[in-house]
């Protein structure tokens, strides 16, 4: 049978920030290690990308256990930000990514200052092979108080302005969804220099076990990510989408090739794909197969055609 696209495969690639990706599929930070573990269980060539693991400029060991637990459609995790630290990536795993030359890495970036970014930045500028850098404002200033970066607008401001001076390459702000306005703080990075926005990471969450009456997580409150908040994420890349004019990369618990196709009708240019990988670890491969079949089903014959392409009545 003839594809409806009249066969020819349907164009999957999109630009963000100036980077080509062959299609908009990455895998998110945190779920993702630093890709290399992933070589044995997903044809890496095959993604849009992958975001490493957040690195800050010295190692850290994260939270004690439990720091993983499983909730209905969902997963709550405090891992701390466990790494090895922006020198020892340089070392010990970018040499060993760079050989995957057919995909795009970006390098997630956290601190608990502004000092903390720019130094983290600056060390992994000498490293070849990062096309982006990917800013994670969801971490407490310890500087003034413990107040999460990416939900003051000045701070945010601050961090952004910071870490573009210090960068060589494109800078993703990937902006936390526990604010008032997911608008503003679209538009707040955007005006500190970002080149594309990022959204949603976790959403701050707890459970408690009624038996123990003990919190499930041993940090007691942890991110939330997964379907349960797909569609609070949707309605959030659609509001920040709306708010600027740099792209916007979707995520919050995609597990579908219908979901990124929503998250791209909301504004996204490209998405990101976590908890889905803990569950099946070869999901951003097969979503990516998913996505071309859904293109080729409903003949779209240019993937980015779609993106913002929500009809509100
Ligand atoms: C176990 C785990 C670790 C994560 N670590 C990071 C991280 O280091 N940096 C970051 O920016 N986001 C981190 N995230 C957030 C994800 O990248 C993503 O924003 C969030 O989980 C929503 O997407 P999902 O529902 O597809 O998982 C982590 C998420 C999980 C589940």
Redesign the pocket.
């Known amino acids: 049978m003839t594809p409806p696209t009249g066969g020819a495969k349907p164009d999957l690639s999109v630009q963000i920030a100036g980077i080509h990706l062959k299609n908009p599929i990455l895998a998110?930070?945190?779920?993702f290690g630093y890709g290399i573990e992933f070589e044995d269980v997903v044809q890496l060539e095959k993604l849009g990308g992958f975001?490493v693991?957040?690195l800050s400029r010295e190692p850290m060991t994260g939270n004690p256990p439990p720091r993983?637990f499983e909730t209905a459609a969902g997963?709550l995790?405090a891992?701390g930000?466990q790494?090895i630290g922006a020198r020892a990536f340089l070392e010990e795993k970018l040499p060993l990514l760079r050989q995957k030359k057919d995909t795009v890495l970006i390098a997630?970036v956290?601190g608990f200052t502004r000092e903390d970014y720019e130094q983290t930045i600056e060390i992994l500028n000498e490293g070849e092979g990062i096309a982006a850098y990917?800013l994670?404002v969801?971490c407490p200033n310890t500087a003034h108080g413990g107040i999460v970066f990416g939900s003051a607008p000045l701070m945010l401001e601050d961090v952004v302005i910071t870490a573009k001076r210090a960068s060589r390459r494109p800078l993703i702000v990937?902006l936390s969804p526990n604010v008032t306005s997911i608008a503003q703080m679209a538009q707040v990075a955007e005006a500190g220099g970002a080149d594309a926005i990022s959204l949603?990471?976790?959403f701050v969450a707890m459970a408690i076990d009624v038996e123990t009456r003990k919190t499930r997580i041993s940090n007691v409150t942890a991110?939330l990510?997964?379907?349960a908040?797909?569609p609070i994420?949707v309605r959030m890349v659609h509001e920040a989408a709306n708010a600027v004019k740099i792209p916007v990369i979707g995520?919050?618990?995609?597990s579908t090739a219908a979901d990124v196709i929503e998250f791209m009708l909301a504004g996204a240019t490209a998405v990101?794909?976590?908890?889905?990988s803990?569950w099946d670890p070869c999901a951003t491969e097969k979503i990516v197969d998913e996505v071309e079949r859904w293109c080729i089903e409903h003949r779209v014959a240019r993937l980015a055609d779609l993106v913002g392409g929500v009809v509100i009545d």
């Open positions: 998110a930070s945190g779920t975001v693991k957040g993983l997963m995790n891992i930000l790494n997630n956290f990917e994670n969801s990937k949603v990471n976790t991110g990510s997964g379907p908040i797909k994420a995520m919050g618990g995609i990101q794909i976590g908890t889905a803990y």
